[in-house]
């Protein structure tokens, strides 16, 4: 068992950009890890540098030849007409930048080794990971290799069977549906924006018994999350008695994220990274999506503080508001007049409102077809 909650960083994520007009061209894991450290919450024993996946640790989910084409157009900084055809790698959401393969082998890396870290249990966050839309012969949504994936098959391998994995992110995770669809030792419950990108992950999908899956309209509220939280999400993990937890917490569905439509406060995330946390022996957490500079930052470093159980201040010392306050979001109208908040503060103002009918019937669908699906397993 781990003594203390690890996270797992790297250097590489400073400066790397996907291109100019690229919603990933906004740093995200470096201000984590800055914040982190200017609040004392990263000291160097609870500080790991992520390793980078080797191509044969990638072929646990990803073709050999996927593989070798990121190499290769990580190393020409073009792709010939044929790989941008099979591999989608040089297209406008998954462009070629300079660190195109570096850079999400060393996010597989840590996801990786965060199997290995909880074989005997702990808490392990990478923030770096959850690039959820990755698939096994070509990149996806701006992931070119699906890390949480690859961190679940690691899992497996050091012990843990049963994992449950939970994903907050605004878009569907459709990468590692398609991974483990009817595997009947995975728990894939996902929540995410109706008529969103990649537009799957409809109600009645369940992936062959292995997914809830909750489309949400668009405006989602805090109350409304901790709806879902308390009456599908929690009761449905705690039900299935896994071995590991995997959190996807993709900062997209916060208010300011220019991708989605939801309207959630961080605090909402970070009360459904407490509520599973405890769930099973075994806990990962991992980034995703998030595309405003200062929601993503403040998120992700209240995700961390939570996980560690520190006091996160109403006001922020004046070393980690200097961060904040220095981040630039270059091309974006949100970035020509921030609030002071977002320099000034980790945590959002609650964003409470009615709990839709929508939202209650969509639960109890799935409640149901959860319960109904337990009673069969017991009478087996
Ligand atoms: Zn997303």
């Not at 769930?279 to 560690?308: C, E, I, K, Q």
Request: net charge negative; proline share 8%; with cysteine.
């Amino acid at each position: 068992m781990l003594p203390r909650p690890l996270f797992i960083g790297h250097e590489i994520y400073r400066g790397s950009s996907y291109g100019r007009a690229h919603p990933l061209r906004v740093p995200r894991v470096s201000t984590v890890m800055d914040v982190s450290r200017a609040m004392g919450w990263l000291p160097q024993e609870a500080f790991v540098t992520s390793p980078r996946a080797k191509p044969a640790a990638l072929h646990a989910f990803h073709t050999p030849e996927y593989v070798a084409a990121l190499q290769a157009a990580e190393a020409a900084q073009e792709v010939s007409a044929d790989v941008r055809a099979r591999h989608h790698i040089g297209t406008v959401s998954n462009p070629v930048f300079p660190e195109v393969f570096r850079r999400p082998a060393t996010a597989a890396g840590g996801s990786i080794l965060a199997g290995e870290l909880l074989a005997r249990g702990g808490v392990v966050y990478n923030p770096a990971g959850g690039t959820h839309h990755g698939m096994p012969d070509r990149a996806n949504g701006f992931c070119y290799l699906n890390d949480p994936v690859l961190a679940m098959l690691s899992l497996r391998h050091h012990g843990a069977q049963r994992i449950a994995y939970v994903d907050i992110d605004a878009h569907h995770c459709d990468g590692v549906e398609a991974a483990f669809a009817g595997d009947p030792d995975v728990l894939m419950i996902s929540v995410h924006e109706e008529n969103l990108w990649p537009k799957t992950g409809l109600l009645q999908d369940d992936a062959g018994g292995s997914a809830l899956n909750l489309p949400v309209p668009r405006g989602l509220n805090d109350s409304e999350m901790a709806y879902i939280r308390d009456a599908l999400v929690v009761p449905a993990v705690a039900d299935f008695a896994p071995d590991a937890v995997v959190l996807q917490c993709g900062a997209d569905a916060v208010t300011e994220d220019p991708l989605a439509h939801l309207d959630l406060s961080n605090t909402a995330h970070w009360a459904v990274v407490s509520a599973l946390n405890g769930l099973a022996p075994r806990y990962l957490v991992l980034g995703g999506g998030g595309y405003n500079p200062w929601s993503v930052g403040r998120l992700w470093t209240g995700v961390w503080a939570t996980l560690l159980g520190a006091e996160i201040p109403d006001h922020l010392p004046p070393e980690a508001e200097a961060l904040l306050r220095a981040l630039e979001f270059k091309g974006h109208r949100l970035g020509r007049n921030p609030p002071e908040h977002w320099f000034s503060t980790l945590r959002d103002a609650p964003r409470n409102g009615p709990i839709r009918q929508d939202i209650t019937d969509r639960v109890a669908h799935l409640r149901q077809r959860w319960q109904a699906a337990g009673q069969r397993v017991q009478r087996a």
